[in-house]
């Protein structure tokens, strides 16, 4: 639930290349319920579990990155909320000064999250378009043009940066560790994710992409390999979602989510089980950004030998002939396998 907001206007940089100075509010937003409900019900769509946004490595943690200010924002009082928000419109407009990016508006929220009520801000630059708005009078429906609209739900023309605290500290506890950060960017897509302006992500936000992705997608890989394996599944369902898994790593798709492999290469008895299983080993269950470099070789394709009688032996990728070699008996009627290593399961 939103707290308190506040919303300060940034500019395109000048046509001389000159920094165009942000207009700073001095007061805070007073949105009414449906106004409220309908700019978190964005958050959520943006940053939930169906969405393209993704989790964030924190880069910057000293005095004056974001982190530091977000974090202490949390806790001060309202006066100090509009100030400190203030410096967010300056730091944007600095860090997109380089770039050719258009003004908006610089929308700061703060709030909780959750059951457990964990402390949240988000900071949203939204850009605006135009758009017409409809009224009807007895028999006459009129049309009325706006030039500026923020956030519609159909264009979502925005970007978010979000910072949640994970345990409930007081402000002189304040760690790193205890903050997870997300980040959505319309320019964002199921294939492409490093189209994120990295002016926002990355000189405005202090986050990076890069420094987490390796990690989570190694982390996808083995927990949804482990949870295959011990699963209910019958043995072709094992080898069916074993592959659904390698190809889903190798595909062009530049995110990964928990709740989309579910959907896709698990029957509905799974899914929920699966979704489980990751949360429980703290996986994040919105997208991640997929990197496969420390899983790499592992999701090679299998050689596979196949004979006349349909019978079909599988080897690793790599290192074929070390394992297994082929010879064929005078009458050319039977092939002669052998394999260096010992039978160790039949399955």
């Known amino acids: 639930m939103i707290e308190r907001i506040i919303a300060h206007r940034v500019y395109a940089k000048n046509a001389d290349k000159t920094i165009n100075q942000p207009k700073i509010s001095t007061k805070l937003i007073e949105l009414d319920a ?18 393209h946004g993704i989790e964030m490595s924190i880069t910057q943690t000293n005095e004056g990155s974001f982190f530091y200010t977000a974090t202490q924002i949390m806790f001060d009082s ?19 000064s380089t770039t050719n990016a258009p003004g908006g508006v610089l929308i700061v929220a703060q709030g909780r999250v959750g059951s457990d009520s964990k402390r949240f801000l988000a900071v949203i630059k939204a850009e605006p378009q135009d758009g ?22 159909a264009n979502r023309l925005y970007k978010i940066g979000f910072l949640v605290e994970e345990i409930n500290r007081p402000k002189t ?42 990690k989570l997608t190694q982390d996808f890989f083995y927990l949804t390999r482990n949870f295959i394996d ?4 019958t043995d072709e369902e094992k080898l069916d979602a074993h ?54 070789k592992k999701l090679k394709t299998r050689r596979k030998y196949c004979f006349n009688n349909d019978v079909i032996i599988l080897t690793p990728s790599n290192k074929t002939e ?15 396998v052998t394999i260096k290593g010992l039978l160790q399961r039949q399955e």
């Open 132 to 153: 017409f708005e409809t009224s009807e009078n007895n028999d006459f429906i009129s049309m009325n043009y706006i030039d500026e609209l923020l956030m519609t739900d």
């Open 230 to 233: 011990s699963s209910g599944m």
């Open 322 to 336: 070390e394992y297994l070699s082929f010879n064929f008996s005078e009458d050319k009627m039977y092939t002669l």
């Open 243 to 296: 592959e659904a898994l390698r190809v889903t790593l190798k595909n062009k798709d530049a995110t990964l989510s928990v709740n989309d492999f579910a959907q896709k290469h698990l029957s509905m008895q799974f899914q929920n089980q699966y979704e489980i299983f990751m949360e429980k080993k703290d996986f994040p269950l919105n997208s991640i950004t997929k990197d496969i470099e420390y899983i790499e």
């Open 34 to 51: 449906k106004a409220q409900n309908s700019l978190e019900s964005r958050l959520t769509k943006a940053l939930g579990n169906k969405s």
């Open 173 to 214: 506890e304040i760690n790193v560790a205890n903050f997870r950060a997300f980040l959505f960017d319309h320019l964002m897509t199921s294939l492409e994710a490093r189209k994120a302006a990295s002016y926002f992500y990355q000189n405005f936000l202090d986050m990076s992409i890069a420094e987490s992705s390796k």
């Open 78 to 96: 309202d006066s100090e909320f509009i100030t400190k928000t203030a410096t967010f419109a300056n730091s944007l407009t600095k860090a997109q």
